[in-house]
Each structure stands twice: as C-alpha cells, then as structure tokens.
C-alpha cells in the first residue's frame, strides 16, 4: 500500500529539510552554488485514461437576502464585491417606533411581575399588626357591650332600667360582635395571603407580557438584516432611504470558498463515473491554476436536446489579495477518468512545472554518486492524463525507473547541474 498524500508530503517536507542541513554543511566545500533538489523514481501504473470535458465554474451556494419586515434603508453596507463574514450587517432598517413600543412593553411587564411579586409575598409584617390591633380593639368593644348588656338585663328584671335602654344595649352587642368577625376574618385573610388562583392568574398576565416583549424583539431583529453564512456581496438590490416591503431582495451573497464545477457529460459517461473520484482540472483563461476536484454528485435529470447530464466537481478555492482564484462563470476543463485502462508514467503532483500553457518535468540525467550524489536536468514537456490518488499520468518522453525532481524545481532551467536528494517512493500497487 502507499503512503497517503498527508502523510507523503510530511515525509517529503522532513528529508527536504534534512538535505538542506547536508547543504549548508557541506556549503564550503562545493566551488559553485550547486542547487539542491528532492528527486523521486517514476513508476508506471495502470489507470483509466482520461477524456476532456468543459464546465463552467458556480459558487458553492448563491442566496438572495431579502427583508423580513417591512421598512425604510437607514444603513446599507453590503457592498458588491467585498467578503463578508456570517452574520455580518448587510443593511439597518429605521427602528424608531419599534424602540418606542418595546420600552413599552417592557414597562408593562415589570408592572406585571411586580403585582406577581406582591400576592406571592403576601403583606407586610406591619399590616400583619395593624390588622391584629384593629381586632382586638373590636374585641374589647364587644366584650364592654356583652358586660353591659348584661348588667341592663339584670337591672330590667328588677325594674331599675326601662326596656328601650335594654333594647338599645342589645343593639351595641349585636353591633359589636358582627365588627369582631369582621375584623377577625380580615386577620384571617391577611395572615393567609393571596389565593392560588389571584397568584395563577398575575402568572399568566406576566408571561402574557412576556410574550410580547419576546415578540416586539424578534420583530426589531429583524430590522438588522444579516449575512447567512462566510461569502462575497454578488448583487446589491437596494441603497439607504429605500423602502422595503416584506420579502423584498436586498442582496446577493455566494460562497466561493468551494466551487462546484458543473459538467454536461453524456449518459453512457455518466454511467462509468465514481462518486469522490479525484479528477483533473485546468481553466483555459488561467493556465497556471492547476486544481484537483472531486466528483461529488451527478444531477439525474438532464437536457433532454443535448442528452448530457451535469456533474458536479467540489474544488476548493484559494483567495489571493482578497480575491478568490476561481470566480464564478469561469470555463473549466476537467479530465475525467472515463477511457480505457492503459500503463502509464505516473509522476507527484510537484513535480509538475507550469509555464503558461506548458506543463513540464525535470528529469536527472548522468546521475553521479557522492555526498550528495549530482547530475544533471532536462526539461521534459508532458500532457497530463487522469490523477492516481496523489500522482497524475503523464505523457511524454518520460519511463518507469527515471528520477524527476519534487522539490526546488521551481527556478531550475535545462541541462542545470543539481546535488541530489532521494524522497521516499510513494507507490501504490497497480
């Protein structure tokens, strides 16, 4: 089994380094400045070969911020071309009367918690002592009228008092005990507090409140219109002091941290084709950008004039200065591994120099051994074929067994003498 592409490129970043120590040590006695560079063998492996096909770059995903609630541009940011990042401003809608009624609202539900604060504390200590002074002053009131009716009682069976002064001292008595039940029930009600269902419903009219407080926000967060996800502003639909109804466009965002690359490619192709197949991709307009996608999905319904089907090929992006390298609407050439199995050289990916449309490869010729063993380079033009795994075929007067250069072939020009390092061989089995 070979090695993976992770762990490869460890292996060949580490022996680089431990060449360039060699290098600096052996540095004095080398009579010219010799470059140093990392060679690996070339092998042959059996693949399918490669057929060309020609797509058109698409952003990952393309989305059309629209407005949410109705109302007037205050502020708008989303400017076309630049980066913005997920949840990002893209415009500020007038929040004047919004403000307004959530203060509001907010005032009434402390007004409602506060009234639910009080039935649940039940009264205060004080009013506690005011209602137990208030029934014991009626009880003494009661009791001095009982006494006194029953000294009139006593003085009418003698016939020292008349019957209207007995009358009346009953009347007193009645009045009396009526005002200590009174005051005794009000105790009662006082030391019991607030009843379950006064306190169920102050409950309910706080979170009745609360409901529209949460609602008054929702509606004022939506006043800020954010960005969706990491992209770059595509369209702007609207300006400051624009009016936006609901569901109005104000923006176009797309993420072009990963491509999609659809291809139309015919039935009988499609059919041959494997999902997480690594593939080739060139773009004609960028002869230097040499990528590598993968086949992530085949869309079933297809264009019933041309009777192709899109293929779609996920390629990661790189920006530069600010600027994707791959834009949206540019044409892709993909090589896709949909021809018959054939032997071929297969070289590292970095072995590869590109040079406007050239691809070529430096191969050590009349190797020398030494400390480090030397040689000599020549430029060798290629044609790439399909990738294997982390290789790529390739065509051109190139065999098994050769050596070409992995690391610092990036400067060297033909028939360049070089001092040589050997990478460990990442071959997989054919």
């Not at 200590?125 to 009139?152: F, G, S």
């Not at 008595?173 to 306190?199: F, K, S």
């Not at 369209?235 to 990963?258: K, N, R, Y």
């Amino acid at each position: 089994m070979g090695i993976c592409g992770k762990n490869r490129r460890l292996i060949l970043a580490a022996t680089w380094m431990t060449v360039a120590l060699v290098q600096h040590h052996l540095a004095w006695s080398q009579p010219t400045e010799t470059p140093l560079v990392l060679v690996q063998e070339i092998i042959e492996s059996k693949a399918p070969s490669g057929r060309p096909f020609v797509g058109t770059v698409q952003p990952h995903r393309r989305v059309v911020v629209g407005a949410a609630i109705a109302g007037r541009v205050e502020k708008f940011v989303a400017i076309a071309g630049t980066m913005i990042r997920q949840g990002d401003l893209l415009a500020q809608l007038r929040t004047d009367t919004m403000e307004i009624e959530l203060k509001a609202a907010q005032a009434e539900l402390e007004l409602a918690r506060q009234a639910l604060a009080e039935l649940v504390n039940g009264a205060r200590p004080e009013e506690i002592e005011e209602a137990k002074a208030v029934t014991d002053a009626a009880r003494a009131v009661h009791e001095a009228a009982q006494a006194q009716l029953r000294r009139l009682s006593h003085l009418a069976a003698t016939g020292a008092s008349t019957a209207a002064d007995y009358e009346a001292a009953q009347e007193k008595a009645r009045t009396a005990r009526a005002q200590l039940h009174a005051a005794e029930a009000v105790l009662r009600r006082i030391q019991a507090g607030a009843r379950p269902e006064a306190i169920a419903q102050a409950k309910a009219r706080e979170d009745l409140q609360q409901q529209r407080v949460h609602l008054l926000e929702n509606q004022l967060s939506k006043h800020s219109i954010r960005c969706p996800f990491d992209g770059i502003v595509a369209v702007e639909h609207t300006d400051e002091g624009a009016w936006l109804s609901s569901g109005d466009p104000v923006c176009e965002i797309v993420d072009l941290a990963t491509v999609e690359i659809e291809v139309p490619v015919p039935a009988e192709v499609v059919a041959s084709l494997e999902l997480n197949t690594s593939v080739r991709v060139e773009f004609p307009g960028f002869p230097r950008l040499l990528m590598t996608g993968q086949i992530e999905r085949v869309i079933p319904v297809g264009d019933p004039r041309a009777r192709t089907y899109p293929v779609v090929i996920a390629v990661s992006n790189r920006v530069a200065r600010g600027i994707p390298e791959l834009l949206a609407g540019m044409l892709a050439r993909v090589e896709l591994p949909v021809g018959p199995s054939v032997n071929a050289p297969v070289v590292p990916k970095d072995a590869l120099v590109l040079n406007g449309e050239k691809r070529s490869v430096f191969v050590v010729e009349s190797l020398q051994n030494g400390s480090p063993p030397s040689g000599r380079v020549r430029e060798v033009m290629v044609e790439l074929g399909v990738e294997v795994g982390d290789q790529i075929q390739v065509k051109g007067e190139l065999h098994a067994g050769q050596h070409v250069v992995v690391l610092g072939n990036e400067r060297l020009v033909d028939g360049q003498q070089v001092r040589i390092g050997f990478a460990d061989d990442d071959r997989t089995d054919s």
